[in-house]
């Protein structure tokens, strides 16, 4: 159980588009979703906190406009990169955690974003 | 959210037990101990959680001082296969905490060898 699921696994895109990333949390419930981003060799850098039918929370420094978080319902959680430039390229990764399992985030299996 | 300091890589054999400690200083008495192991091109995945003395699972054991400003990651007879980066967090995950969020440090990269 607890299976988050991303989508899609890898996407190319041209400079200036944007990209729209999925999260599911497929068996349980998440009330609130994490997006990280991993640059290689580099730690996982949190994003943003997405809680269920409200506004994401940006970490400091992330560009609220530049990457749209929309928590529609509580197991799908989206990522927009807009007008998404080479250096956006990157690992985007999300998480999800239960209301009865606070102590635990799941982690989907990650989205290669590159762009050219 | 608690600072945590590891030591960036460690190597190991096939078969040996292998210790990674993690320093956090700053520790709340809200705070958890949490470890995460991922693969490259891979998500994390969650190993095992204390609060304070042991914990162990079917894959690791957590060891926890008293003072609570370590911890150290045990992983038993490892195998190629335990080859990741292993990450520790220190964070309030009690239910309506202050925050949930986990803040990823450096991690430690393990390199297991035949």
């Known amino acids: 159980g607890a299976v988050v699921s991303q989508h899609p696994s890898w996407v190319i895109c041209k400079s200036g588009t944007s990209v729209k990333i999925e999260c599911r949390s497929l068996?349980?419930?998440?009330?609130?979703m994490f997006w990280y981003r991993q640059f290689p060799k580099q730690s996982l850098m949190l994003m943003a906190t997405s809680n269920e039918g409200s506004k994401a929370t940006y970490e400091q420094g992330v560009e609220k406009d530049k990457f749209l978080i929309n928590h529609a319902s509580l197991t799908l959680s989206t990522l927009t990169v807009t007008s998404a430039h080479p250096e956006d390229s990157s690992f985007y990764i999300c998480?999800?955690?239960?209301?009865?399992?606070?102590?635990?985030?799941?982690f989907g299996p990650g989205t290669r974003l590159t762009v050219l | 959210l608690a600072k945590t300091t590891q030591p960036i890589s460690m190597d190991s054999y096939e078969g040996q037990e292998v210790n990674i400690t993690c320093s956090h200083n700053?520790?709340?008495?809200?705070?958890?101990i949490t470890w995460y192991q991922q693969f490259p091109s891979q998500g994390p995945r969650f190993i095992i959680q204390?609060?304070?003395t042991k914990v162990t699972n079917e894959v690791a054991s957590l060891f926890i001082p008293a003072d609570r400003k370590s911890s150290t990651l045990s992983l038993p007879r490892v195998s190629l296969s335990d080859t990741a980066v292993y990450y520790c967090?220190?964070?309030?995950?009690?239910?309506?905490?202050?925050?949930?969020?986990?803040?990823f440090g450096t991690g430690t990269l393990l390199a297991v060898q035949p």
């Open positions: 068996d349980f419930q998440a009330t609130t």
């Open positions: 998480s999800a955690s239960l209301w009865d399992r606070y102590n635990e985030q799941f």
């Open positions: 204390g609060y304070k």
């Open positions: 700053n520790i709340a008495t809200n705070d958890y």
């Open positions: 967090l220190v964070g309030d995950m009690s239910y309506g905490g202050a925050t949930n969020k986990l803040i």
